[in-house]
Structures are given as C-alpha cells and as structure tokens.
C-alpha cells in the first residue's frame, strides 16, 4: 500500500508544475514568433539600427555615427552628429526592429 500511496502523492505535486511548464512553452514559442525581444535578444542588431538610425537622420544634414550599443533585450542605443555647413546637432536613435525615438539636440560651438 505504501508502495502506491508515495508515487500518488509525488504525481500530485507535479499536477501544478505541468501546466505552468506548458504555459510558459507556449509564451515563448508566441513571442518568438511575433518578433519579440525574446526573439532578438541572441542576434547582433547593431548594423540593422545604425542603417534605420542613419536613415532618419539623412533629412537633417551629414550623419556621423558616433557608436551603437545593443541592450540584452535586443534594443539598441546609436549616437551620432548631423549638420551642414551652418549647423552640428547630436542624436540620440533608439532602435527595436525599428526607430522607436529620435532626440536632437544642438552642439555648442558648432
């Protein structure tokens, strides 16, 4: 009888691990496929954003990329100057599969 009673008792223990496992594959499995950071976490976005970011920025003058860094969660953070012959402004780019912010701001003395 003890026998039967302690694998029951183990087995019911699991019954709530189960079906949080299953759920959680699930998650996953959703955000990998609809592109979340889950999905971008393991790939170097750099060159992808420094494009997009220097995109944005073209309108406004001659873009200088300054630097990119990519978080854990797959954002990235690119940092450059654009201007003309009159003006040099910094940016700031924010990138999540695409330019998700832009902040400009003036350079003193140029």
């Known amino acids: 009888m003890k026998r039967l009673v302690l694998p029951l008792l ?7 691990c189960v079906p949080m496992m299953a759920a959680n594959a699930v998650g996953s499995a959703v955000g990998a496929a609809s592109g979340g950071p889950s999905a971008r ?15 944005r920025a073209a309108p406004l ?10 978080r854990p969660d797959g954002r990235v953070t690119v940092w450059g100057t654009v201007g003309d012959a009159e003006r040099r402004r910094s940016f700031e780019c ?14 003193r003395g140029g």
């Not at 976490?41 to 995109?55: F, H, K, M, S, Y």
């Not at 003058?61 to 990519?70: F, K, M, N, S």
């Not at 990138?95 to 003036?106: E, H, N, Q």
């Open 10 to 16: 183990a087995s019911l223990g699991l019954c709530g």
């Open 61 to 70: 003058g001659t873009v200088r990329l300054i630097d990119a860094v990519q």
């Open 94 to 107: 924010r990138y999540d599969g695409r330019v998700t912010g832009f902040k400009l701001r003036a350079v």
């Open 41 to 55: 976490a393991g790939q170097d976005l750099r060159d992808p954003a420094r494009t997009a970011c220097n995109e």
